[in-house]
C-alpha cells in the first residue's frame, strides 16, 4: 500500500496519493515458480497495483513519455517536465488540466511509442505468468495460450 499519504486533486474530486510500494524484489523472489507468482498475486490483490522498477525498458518508456509531452504542448500549450515529478504542474488550473483528458486520447495510446510500452512482450508474458498464473509448462499441447490484451483507454 502507499505510504506518506497526501490529498491531491484529481479531475473533479481529491484523491489520497503517496509514494507505491516497489514489488521488483517479488519477482527474484527464491523457490519455485508458483511461490514468485502467488506472491505476485497476493501484492496485487492487497496493494491494487505492481510498481517494477526497472522493469520496462528505459528508452521505450522516455520515448512514450516524450510523445505524451510533445501531445499536450502541442494541443494545450502545457510543458510538462521531460523527467520526474514537477511540483510546478500542480499548480495548472483545473480547467487546463481538465481539457487535456488524455484517458479519451485513444490515437495517442496507440501510437508506436506508447504501445511499445503498453503492449511489450515482456508486459504480457508477466501478466500471462505472474497475474494469470499460467506458463508454457502449465499449458497443454491441446491448450491455447491465455490471450493478453489491452484496452484503447491506457492511463
Do not use: C
Amino acid at each position: 500500500m502507499a505510504a506518506n499519504l497526501r490529498q491531491v486533486s484529481a479531475s473533479s474530486g481529491v484523491v489520497l496519493a503517496g509514494e507505491m510500494v516497489d514489488s521488483s524484489e517479488l519477482l527474484r523472489a527464491s523457490g519455485p515458480p508458483a511461490k514468485r507468482r502467488r506472491l505476485v498475486q497476493e501484492r496485487l490483490a492487497s496493494d491494487g497495483y505492481l510498481l517494477l522498477r526497472g522493469f520496462l525498458d528505459r528508452n521505450q518508456v522516455l520515448a512514450a513519455r516524450a510523445a505524451v509531452r510533445d501531445f499536450v504542448r502541442d494541443r494545450h500549450g502545457v510543458d510538462l517536465p521531460a523527467t520526474g515529478f514537477d511540483p510546478a504542474w500542480e499548480g495548472v488550473d483545473q480547467q487546463t488540466a481538465d481539457s487535456i483528458e488524455l484517458l479519451s486520447q485513444v490515437a495517442l495510446a496507440h501510437s508506436p511509442p506508447l504501445a511499445a510500452v503498453f503492449e511489450s512482450d515482456r508486459l504480457f508474458a508477466l501478466f500471462r505468468d505472474f497475474v494469470f498464473g499460467h506458463t508454457a509448462d502449465d499449458i497443454d499441447a491441446d491448450e491455447s495460450e491465455p490471450t493478453v490484451s489491452t484496452f484503447d483507454y491506457k492511463y
